[in-house]
């Protein structure tokens, strides 16, 4: 899925990664001119440092240890989300829990469960230029995380442009979601059963 | 006019109230005020109201005068790392107003720059939406409407803030992305108290490369940061 | 004038001084640790430099060519006024064609002559904290402009907090404008007598 | 991703159409993008709107697109220094908004952040205020209402910047003064055009002192600035 996502990506952009499987997709961009930003006020997120080379004043928004790089730029967490705000940043990978036909997007809490925050996603699925979500098509009990409707407390409305699961990728589209492709050995049939929400 | 003091208690002193509003930078434990909160922490200032991204772990940053019931309620986007927190918050002891990241930074920028509300795409839908002013504004394709919630300033009584270096006039410079929230903090402040790693002399740092001016800090220490590292991730040297 | 209004400025202050009279200020603060702002982008700004030293980057709200000095710190514009409407200005003086006894003031448009703009002056009247008008007691035909209500275009409504004129100084306060002092050689009476604002 | 160009011809190339709304950076003559203002005068395009503190000189700056009439509307604080603008202004063919000028800053600004409307104390009871939504905020003291005004953010088609040095990513420094409107300008814009005394090798500025992180700017050009004074003031050597 982290390779998949990283072909929505163009020469040149500014792109956000959340935390788990986004993370990844920065190992997939190959010769791309991507630069990450960290929300906590950083252009040009590097890697991991060196064993040793970790340094506490130089952390993304996952609060791990990382690296600059020569373009990096740093500035205050006003400025950063006012270009995250501002459409500024090109695409957005994010995980989610469920997705919806219209383009809402849960990601940040399960009533009843502990509660520890929406962070920076509600800025960034509301300001940047383009959502894109990976996620599992299916929770662990085999239902659809791709509803008509979300159930939980939602992170943003109609703001999603892109799914990419294990199964295939799909678009939010005017009416519903619309297939795109078939993850490799997966039949439309197979994406359809997998998907609560309506196809178009 | 003299800004620099010895320690972190003399340049809280008289700044200090039960029930007051605490604007704190720092992002995780990153570029936290540390050496400030320690020092609430001694001075027992009770019924704190923190504006602050996160809320520190059991026992470093704010998490340290949770310990000691000393907060009433933060305003913050993400409070996972600490189960003291926690506790206090599910039984009702602890108040908990949740900010979409951005918005808390915007906030404190605002109330700083003289800015009561201001709306915003973010939260829109959301349960962040609930009981706020919704208004559309022609900003989609060919003007057409888009829905925006108006968000408030905030104006705290004091702003605690960790840099890098400040000249003895109290201009600021911070290093990497210890920056954060601090420059929003410190602006949101009637008063704003600084600690820094180095105090320089005045003229010692080039006008072009001030992140915060002296104008935003009335009282400055210089300390010794344990500037603990939350998630301390590498790589193996030789990897890519 | 000048003089006069440099006594109201207190040590550590930030202050923004405005074009003409008020300009002079500077040259009588004295021992008093005073920074002044220039709201193009700049704290700290020193005099104007030695002939050859003239930097085009580096002027003043009048567009005069001025110094930077070990204080010095540049910004933006939207910082700069950010920290104006902000209430860190501790004070500006500023000239002013007319003021009331509400304390309104009017000192950027006539109507029916040529209108330049009235630049940062709204900003800095609506937003420092103390706001010291130096101007002279009345226009050149003898009419007082201290008013009970202005004539021309407001720059800003109840802002004025003290006016330091050729005659005396006098505090905006409930009901009309406090004599606080008459000028070296004025009476209570002639001040009285220039003053078409109630005095109280 | 290649965003240095040849000429400011080029780096305009694609970017201009007849009507459209530009930000332009610059005090006075202090950081105006002069070698862009040349190109735009050169490709002729019409009834532009400009938000601009000033409207330059007759022969400088905004007063160049003045004497060819390319300008059909200018937002700005301060016009004072141009006599064509002032004939053009007076005679109707010219349309003038007055903004105050730290509200004009702050409408660039909030524009470039996604913020369409903020809330600001300057100009309430003014001809400025007339028309514009009024809204109360508990910010005066122990919470008394104080009124305030709505202005709204400023998203142009492009905007026009100098800078003093830029990467080859487009990050950014300003020098002294010359700051001023650049920044909040270039945030506002769709897209951003940039000219620099100065192109660096990337890794050449230091990550902690860039003013501007290149995200914000789309085309760089080089160039020789002419860089006027407005008002030469001086002291004499051996004065105080």
Known sequence: ?200 | MQKIYPTAAAALDGFLHDGMFIAAGGFGLCGIPELLLSAIKDAGTKDLTFASNNAGVDDFGIGILLQTRQVKKMISSYVGENAEFMRQYLSGELELEFNPQGTLAERMRSGGCGIPGFYTKTGVGTVIADGKEHKDFPTGPNGAPETYIMEEGIFADLAIVKAWKADETGNLMFRKTARNFNPPAAMCGKVCVVEVEEIVPVGSLDPDAIHLPGIYVHRIIQGDHEKRIEQRTTRTRGAS
Chains 1, 3 share one sequence.
């Open chain 1, 1 to 200: 899925m982290a390779a998949r996502a990283a072909e929505e990506l163009e020469d040149g952009w500014y792109v956000n990664l959340g935390i788990g499987i986004p993370t990844l997709v920065a190992n997939y961009v190959g010769d791309k001119d991507i630069t990450l930003q960290s929300e906590n006020g950083m252009l040009g997120m590097g890697p991991f440092p060196f064993e040793g080379d970790e340094d506490p004043d130089l952390i993304n928004a996952g609060k791990q240890t990382i690296t600059e790089m020569d373009r990096t730029a740093y500035f205050d967490s006003a400025t950063s989300f006012g270009m995250i705000r501002g459409g500024k940043i090109a695409a957005a990978i994010l995980g989610a829990m469920e997705v919806d036909e219209k383009g809402d997007l849960a990601n940040w809490m399960i009533p009843g469960k502990l509660v520890k925050g929406m962070g920076g996603a509600m800025d960034l699925v509301a300001g940047v230029g383009r959502v894109i979500v990976v996620m599992d098509h299916t929770n662990k009990h085999g239902d659809s995380k791709l509803l008509k409707k979300c159930t939980l407390p939602l992170t943003g409305k109609g703001v999603v442009d892109r799914i990419i699961t294990n199964l295939g990728v799909l678009d939010v589209v005017e009416g519903g979601l619309k297939i795109v492709e078939c993850a490799d050995g997966v039949t439309e049939d197979e994406l359809r059963a997998a998907t609560e929400a309506t196809i178009v």
